[in-house]
């Protein structure tokens, strides 16, 4: 069964800096590309970061583009996002998500980030 | 960017009734197309895959459908477990994009 266990948010001022972790289990996560996605209070989904499985390949949403880093450690099973330069718009639950078979996504329970001052 | 155009926002139904929710795609994303359920305080659960597929462990009144670039979840006889937000997700490119989410409550 798969398994992902997102870790690392809190409340934190604009401007400020949190990394996010996703620990992997029950499939080789070497194989697969991973995403990150968000949801901001009452909205919808909004996919911000995909990392290939042997991370030569790395995309991102407009909306983060030079202040979030996705990054892998294929030997600790382990998914992070980086982010910098925190806004408010910034505030949502953080999923992170496996890549699946024809697009399907396998997901995380999520970690809430907060960013208010 | 690829839109997925969701209707409807909201959608009350019956007990065994069916209940049709359908996404229009912007541009062609061929069978690249998957299907989500969110209950409150949950994250997605996925219930269809590559605009037919069904996910492990989804009942078999869920199916979904093609006809060129709108796609359609059809839950055949709609059961009190089924109340949720429901989105559709494009995997053809990044960014994937998703759409804005169907509302479904009992009525």
């Known amino acids: 069964e798969v398994q992902l266990v997102e870790s690392g948010g809190g409340l934190v001022k604009p401007g400020s800096s949190l990394k996010l972790s996703c620990v992997a289990s029950g499939f080789t996560f070497s194989s697969y590309g991973m995403h990150w996605i968000r949801q901001a209070p009452k909205k919808g989904l909004e996919w911000i970061a995909l990392i290939y499985y042997d991370s030569s390949n790395k995309y991102y949403a407009d909306s983060v583009k030079g202040r979030f880093t996705i990054s892998r450690d294929n030997s600790k099973n382990t998914l992070y996002l980086e982010m910098n330069s925190l806004r408010s718009e910034d505030t949502a639950m953080y999923y992170c998500?496996?890549?699946?078979?024809?697009?399907?996504?396998?997901w995380g329970q999520g970690v809430m980030v907060t960013v208010s001052s | 960017d690829i839109q997925m155009t969701q209707s409807p926002a909201s959608l009350s139904a019956s007990l065994e009734e069916i209940v049709t929710i359908t996404c229009q795609a912007s541009?062609?994303?061929?069978?690249?197309l998957a299907w989500y359920q969110q209950k409150p305080g949950k994250s997605p659960q996925l219930l269809i895959y590559g605009t037919t597929s069904l996910a492990d462990g989804v009942p078999s009144r869920f199916s979904g459908s093609r006809s060129g670039t709108q796609y359609s979840l059809k839950i055949s006889r709609l059961q009190v477990e089924d109340i949720g937000i429901y989105y559709c997700?494009?995997?053809?490119?990044?960014?994937?994009?998703f759409g804005s989410g169907t509302k479904l409550e009992i009525k």
């Open positions: 998500a496996k890549m699946g078979s024809s697009g399907g996504l396998d």
């Open positions: 541009q062609n994303i061929g069978n690249w």
């Open positions: 997700q494009q995997a053809s490119s990044t960014p994937l994009t």
